[in-house]
């Protein structure tokens, strides 16, 4: 099998690409969105009507995601099959080339497609890597700023590809807040492996600033760069880190693969058959998986996804580890057998079909039915508490109350008269038809605004109704 990939044929990338849709098209079919796909769609569709993120609708996304999100909708609308293909396409990008670079920069002791073939199959590992996350676009500005790096250590970098490269890398903030900990590994970079002359240190920052300076000139323009640096910064930072899954989950989904990424570590740092360049190459991508660790832990939601920040440096060392089996025989089978467990348990969590499901709680990605379905079908909605899945069958998002984490502080502190105020201007501007009170704090605020109290009627203990609507 990985024989296949050995031979040095680019057109063994268009297989690979294939092959990857082949594994994936049951997925496209079949899938319902997950609880955060359907967050990044309301998102992008909510912008789309001209709302501006942080002023007109709360939620700590990072703003180029947010800006992507809403150009898909206003090219396909509602459409998790979109999402689904865009990331599979930004993928089969992202392993071309991440083996385009350690190709052209001799990262190994034979030139062959095995990096590319390893990274597709660690994009496998598990069915919620089939989006497009931010986590996901971020990395392929990751993977331009390793190249860079890596001309770097051949003393081939000049001025502008410096910029470039922290110019990426704002690019890569821009649309995953914790990829900045990349900054950090980078800067240790060239100052560990090659050092820099101040001067394009500066010019490296400088690049690294502009995208990020321009987006919050943007939000200057609209009166929104305070809510932008609170909401999108401060908050992702202090917030309380949501896990998603728990650690039984995760252990199932990355078992195998850390695993064997231990032994290729070990396999590539205790043999000596690499060129003084090649161990620079392998020390920045050791620097590079610790960075990720910590992009992991400044992740506000700690779901599998965010697990894609590792793809790269671990993909580069079981490469390693697979081109160093003897006996090419020896070699296929044990590729063969990595690759169909990988796949199995992918396959076995979707489907819920088999019994290695019944060891974590992965229902709890999955959107259900709620106990709202009928009154918020078609209408647009608000949802005061954690219940962004009550969303799915309403028509839109209508107030900028959206996140409930950065909400409910305004909706609690009521003897605040702006906070009030604020309630009381969105509300009348925007009307939901459907409200559904789940932390029970709309009765207070409602009463001490009698001029919005009147236009809703109380169905049952949590949902209030537009008096207009039957």
């Given amino acids: 099998m990985i024989g296949f ?43 789309n009507q001209g709302n501006i993120l942080y002023i007109d609708l709360f939620e700590p996304i990072a703003p180029l995601a947010a800006w992507v999100y809403s150009a898909i909708d206003f090219v396909f609308g509602r459409s998790i099959l979109a999402y689904q293909i865009l990331a599979t396409l930004l993928m089969g990008y992202q392993f071309v080339l991440f083996n385009n670079i350690m190709y052209k920069n001799k990262a190994y002791n034979e030139n062959s497609y095995v990096p590319a073939f390893v990274y597709a199959l660690l994009m496998q590992v598990f069915f919620d890597f089939f989006t497009l ?22 003393n081939k970098l000049d001025d502008l590809t410096i910029f470039k490269t922290g110019f990426f890398m704002g690019l890569a903030v821009l649309f995953y807040l914790p990829s900045i900990v990349f900054v950090i590994a980078t800067i240790l970079s060239f100052i560990l492996l090659t050092g820099l002359i101040f001067r394009r240190y500066l010019m490296f920052l400088y690049g690294f600033m502009l995208p990020i300076a321009v987006v919050a000139l943007y939000y200057f323009w609209h009166n929104a760069l305070g809510e932008m640096l609170y909401q999108w910064i401060l908050f992702t930072l202090i917030h309380d880190k949501e896990n998603v899954l728990g650690l039984t989950s995760l252990s199932l989904i990355i078992g195998i693969p850390t695993l064997v990424f ?45 697990l894609i920040v590792f793809i ?31 796949l199995v348990i992918n396959y076995s969590l979707f489907y819920q079909n088999f019994y290695i499901h019944k060891w974590g709680n992965y229902g709890t990605l999955k959107i ?23 969303y799915n069958d309403a028509a839109s998002v209508a107030t900028k109350f959206y996140n409930w984490p950065l909400s409910k502080k305004v909706w609690t502190e009521t003897d605040n008269p702006q906070q009030l105020a604020m309630i009381y201007d969105d509300l009348i501007a925007n009307e939901p038809e459907t409200i559904i009170d789940l932390d029970g704090v709309a009765e207070e605020v409602l009463n001490k605004l009698p001029g919005i109290r009147k236009k809703y009627r109380k169905t049952n203990a949590k949902v209030y109704v537009l008096n207009n609507e039957e």
């Fill in 312 to 342: 790269p440096f671990m993909a580069f060392f079981i490469a390693h580890f697979l081109l160093q089996i003897k006996g090419r025989f020896l070699a296929n089978i044990f590729t063969l057998l990595f690759t169909a467990s990988l």
């Fill in 368 to 390: 259900y039915e709620s106990l709202y379905d009928q009154e918020v079908k078609g209408k647009n909605i608000l949802v005061l508490g954690e219940g962004k899945s009550i």
């Fill in 133 to 154: 996350s931010p986590v996901l676009i971020s990395m392929t500005f990751i993977l331009l700023v390793l190249d860079n790096i890596y001309l770097r250590i051949e």
């Fill in 5 to 47: 990939f050995r031979i040095n044929d680019p057109y063994r990338l268009i297989v690979l690409f294939l092959a990857v849709v082949l594994i994936r098209l049951p997925y496209f079919i079949s899938s319902e969105p997950l609880q955060y796909e359907l967050n990044w769609m309301l998102i992008g569709e909510t912008l």
């Fill in 262 to 306: 231990v032994a290729s570590l070990y396999k590539t740092f205790t043999i000596s058959r690499f060129t003084n360049y090649q161990v620079r190459v392998q020390q920045v991508m050791f620097m590079m998986f610790i960075a990720a660790w910590s992009v992991w832990i400044l992740s506000d939601v700690k779901a599998p996804y965010q």
